[in-house]
């Protein structure tokens, strides 16, 4: 077999995102990441469409457009996979202090629309108490999700030593266990890698799951669009896993899946933020078997919040001094 090395994976989907939310941008590094539930809109997979047709319909700002639509679809790579979508959600600029640079709240408790028959309504509200926007209130950030029910079991160091992802999550362990840039496909060693974001949703969410079962008796649960590595080097989102897929272990033996089943799961899932811009320091063991980190999910979401991070502080600073400034 010729020797395939981790840095050259291709990621099929440059936004593998899974089913519930979270703000795709870290709070200061070593601290668990700041959810959507938090904001109070979670979006179940099925009401996403339905906030992407009022967010098109209604956004007239050409950068602002262009990142809900790129969220939407996906980037189409090698094998024409379309990622699940971010979303957007929406507040009001609402400094507290002159030093505040962002910061965002809903005073309305306002949420954009989530069903269909909402979704055709008018925009911008002209009547006090009515369904659509408030005034001044605009998108400030996309969003994710973390992708590991909370019993399957995460390796956290070389020596196969491992914790549930829960208790990763609770403990906010330092270090897991991430794959080293030397490993090829059939020759895997790990190292230690240094966790600074552990992402979970702040209330119980909806969760569409993947169960796979493997031919060596394995088995993985995650959210659909989890990052998954299979035997020929590519990563794939948990969706397109089909029977007769190969796992990689964390042995760089080849486990085929011999069978998948859906299912509805109500709770919290995890996934680990990896200090390190090495793409083969974003591989994680979990089951055993070889997967991404948030990194695969949210690295496109947090480029487009950072470039609407940009456009609100420009707007802000013309609302203040009242003055053109260029973005």
């Given at each position: 077999m010729k020797e395939q090395k981790f840095v050259m994976i291709t990621v099929l989907g440059a936004t593998l995102l899974c089913s519930a939310p979270s703000f795709a941008q870290f709070a200061d590094g070593n601290v668990s990441n700041q959810r959507c539930t938090e904001w109070g809109d979670s979006l179940e997979t099925t009401e996403v469409v339905h906030r992407y047709n009022y967010a098109i319909r209604c956004t007239t700002d050409g950068r602002t457009l262009f990142a809900i639509k790129k969220n939407y679809e996906g980037i189409t790579h090698v094998g024409g996979i379309v990622t699940t979508p971010g979303y957007p959600i929406y507040g009001v600029f609402a400094p507290t202090s002159p030093d505040d640079k962002i910061a965002y709240k809903n005073p309305k408790k306002w949420f954009a629309p989530k069903t269909a028959e909402r979704s055709v309504e008018g925009c911008v509200s002209k009547v006090e108490g009515d369904n659509l926007m408030p005034a001044n209130y605009?998108?400030?950030?996309?969003?994710?999700s973390g992708c590991y029910t909370p019993e399957q079991m995460i390796t956290t160091d070389p020596f196969n030593r491992s914790m549930t992802a829960q208790e990763v999550f609770s403990s906010k362990l330092p270090t897991i266990a991430g794959v080293d840039s030397s490993s090829s496909i059939d020759q895997v060693s790990l190292k230690q890698v240094?966790?600074?974001?552990?992402?979970?949703?702040?209330?119980?969410?909806?969760?569409?799951?993947?169960?796979?079962?493997?031919l060596s008796g394995g088995n993985l649960s995650v959210t659909n669009n989890h990052p998954i590595l299979t035997s020929n080097g590519e990563i794939k989102e948990a969706g397109q896993i089909a029977l007769?897929?190969?796992f990689v272990k964390a042995d760089g033996s080849v486990d085929p899946v011999v069978e998948i089943v859906p299912s509805s799961y109500y709770g919290y899932v995890y996934n680990f933020d990896i200090d390190s811009e090495e793409e083969a320091d974003q591989l994680l063991v979990a089951q055993g078997f070889i997967n991404g980190s948030v990194r695969f999910q949210n690295e496109d979401l947090v480029a487009v919040?950072?470039?609407?991070?940009?456009?609100?502080?420009a707007r802000s600073l013309v609302k203040k001094y009242g003055a053109q400034t260029k973005n």
């Open positions: 605009e998108i400030f950030a996309f969003c994710a240094t966790v600074k974001g552990w992402v979970t949703d702040l209330s119980p969410t909806n969760h569409e799951l993947l169960n796979f079962k493997t007769g897929d190969a919040n950072r470039q609407i991070l940009r456009t609100n502080i």
